[in-house]
């Protein structure tokens, strides 16, 4: 009891910690790379009572296609908060995306973004509605629109901030790999069995590490690329419900 | 039995004509009406125009309270799907909402630590109940789930640029976020949620699941640590904070 008493503590200030990427987990995602979230943070904003909410989606985009990039506008982005401790949303953050199109129905220019929210949610769980009011604030996509104040938000490209071998966590744990492209073809049975070393300077480390010659180094997957970005950053005040200690649970969610 | 050319032009037609009068019983706030020319030409090789017209549903904006949306994807803890849980199981998860976790996925989670890292029942237990479980929710919560925690009730003068930068004493103290998320174990300073820099998540998780964070037993060094330290871009110290996109090479501007 006391030993399971200890790990329990120790979990409770580490395991928390296990926050990774989420690429392509589902052949759906993977072929609608805009409905495939990435990763999800939540940290303190430019002054002691704001805090900042991301989500990213849509990685790996290549450098070169970025500029093309576009929100799915047929999709409804949100992001939901918790802050009376029953894991069910209380706010939520709804998101959409218009294309621009001229009088020939092409799509040219900036998508026009619209976010409503915080605002208590029509409906929780996994079947939604757009809440019953007009957005709070509209952007164009790829600029920082509102106040610094009050909320202000980024739509857009932005450096995908995830790091991770991808390609050998794969070769050790083969049923997570995505269902097509390169990564794919590493098939069903595990080929790896450790991580590959790294190598800083470029070059092999001279220490007894084990090197493997075929693989190389460790390479940092997602690095050179992007993704689409969600970013608001708004008083604290505005989530605060009731739970103690000023405590929220936030994640979010792609439907359409 | 053959049908003529023209009885089934007319049998089109006439389809056509009921698709059309049900789409404008259906109209209303959320669709849109279309009307298209459209040349055709039977089989006989006649051509003649037909105008169509559809309704189409005009779904993606706010006022618009009627359309459901579906969730087909959702993150917290991206980790928590992407390596604890097997693909077969990512749709389910992406479909479902927080509250459920614990009741769906945790024996997923425990699997995993037990059979494909072979750790004890004690540590496969402790991390399943700290992803998904009601463990380290704080006092006040009623339920848990795979959410992101932030309690923000932290010290004064933690704000975005001290906290993402973890070459000050104060980036390193402050030390919150995604490994100290709960006030009991982090001081006053707790803050849980996730950061942005500084924040090497995969190798956290890989250490608690693979490393002898929680048991000295059964550990697998190799796997402790993917050698990816750090991400490429650099994070900003104001909004939008993400990295700046990766610009697309330039090599062959100058021969074009």
């Known amino acids: 009891m006391l030993l399971a008493g200890a790990v329990g503590l120790v979990a409770l200030g580490v395991t928390t910690a296990i926050r990774a990427s989420d690429h392509q987990d589902t052949p759906e995602v993977e072929l609608s790379p805009r409905l495939d979230l990435n990763d999800v943070w939540a940290f303190p904003g430019s002054s002691d009572s704001r805090i900042v909410l991301a989500i990213t989606l849509s990685s790996p985009l290549t450098p070169s296609t970025t500029a093309a990039a576009r929100f799915d506008p047929n999709a409804l982005y949100q992001i939901k908060v918790d802050n009376n401790g029953d894991a069910r949303e209380d706010l939520v953050f709804q998101v959409i995306f218009d294309d621009s199109t001229n009088a020939q129905g092409q ?20 079947d939604n509605r757009l809440a019953a009011a007009t957005p709070t604030l509209t952007g164009a996509l790829g600029t920082t629109f509102g106040s610094a104040t009050a909320m202000q ?32 073809a590493l098939g069903p049975m595990a080929s790896a069995s450790a991580f590959r070393v790294g190598c800083p300077s470029g070059t092999p480390p001279a220490t007894s590490a084990p090197f493997d010659g075929t693989r190389g180094c460790a390479v940092d997957f997602l690095r050179g690329f992007n993704a ?5 950053e708004l008083p604290e005040s505005a989530l605060r419900g009731t739970a103690p200690e000023g405590r929220i649970g936030v994640w979010a969610t792609i439907s359409r | 039995m053959s049908i003529q050319p023209q009885m089934r032009k007319q049998a089109v037609l006439a389809v056509m004509a009921l698709a059309t009068i049900a789409g404008s019983l259906v109209a209303c706030t959320d669709t849109e009406t279309i009307t298209q020319t459209v040349f055709r030409t039977d089989t006989l090789r006649r051509t003649d125009t037909l105008r169509i017209t559809t309704t189409v549903r005009d779904t993606i904006r706010f006022g618009n309270t009627t359309v459901r949306f579906n969730q087909i994807e959702r993150l917290a803890n991206p980790l928590v799907s992407e390596v604890f849980i097997e693909k077969r199981e990512h749709g389910h998860f992406n479909t479902s909402i927080p509250v459920e976790d614990r009741g769906q996925f945790a024996d997923d989670i425990v699997t995993f630590v037990r059979n494909v890292a072979g750790r004890t029942p004690g540590v496969a237990d402790a991390i399943a109940a700290t992803l998904v479980g009601d463990f380290a929710r704080g006092s006040g919560a009623t339920a848990g789930g795979d959410l992101l925690i932030v309690f923000m009730d932290r010290a004064a003068g933690v704000t975005a640029t001290i906290a993402n930068d973890p070459a000050t004493a104060a980036g390193n103290v402050v030390g919150w976020l995604t490994y100290l998320p709960v006030p009991p174990l982090a001081g006053a300073m707790g803050y849980g949620g996730r950061k942005l820099r500084g924040d090497d998540t995969v190798d956290k998780g890989l250490l608690v699941t693979f490393g002898p964070l929680l048991d000295a037993n059964n550990v697998s060094p190799g796997l402790a640590t993917d050698n990816v330290p750090a991400n490429d871009g650099t994070v900003l110290n104001t909004f939008p ?11 062959f501007s100058s021969i074009r």
């Open chain 1, 107 to 126: 799509v040219v220019g900036a998508q026009k973004v619209s976010i409503l929210g915080p605002i208590a949610p029509r409906d929780t769980g996994a």
């Open chain 2, 241 to 251: 904070y993400l990295p700046v996109p990766n610009a697309a090479p330039t090599l």
């Open chain 1, 153 to 184: 938000v980024f739509a857009g490209p932005r450096d995908d901030p995830f790091y991770i071998d991808l390609e050998q966590f794969f070769r050790i744990v083969p049923d997570r790999r995505p269902s097509r492209g390169p990564a794919a």
């Open chain 1, 228 to 232: 689409l970005a969600i970013v608001i």
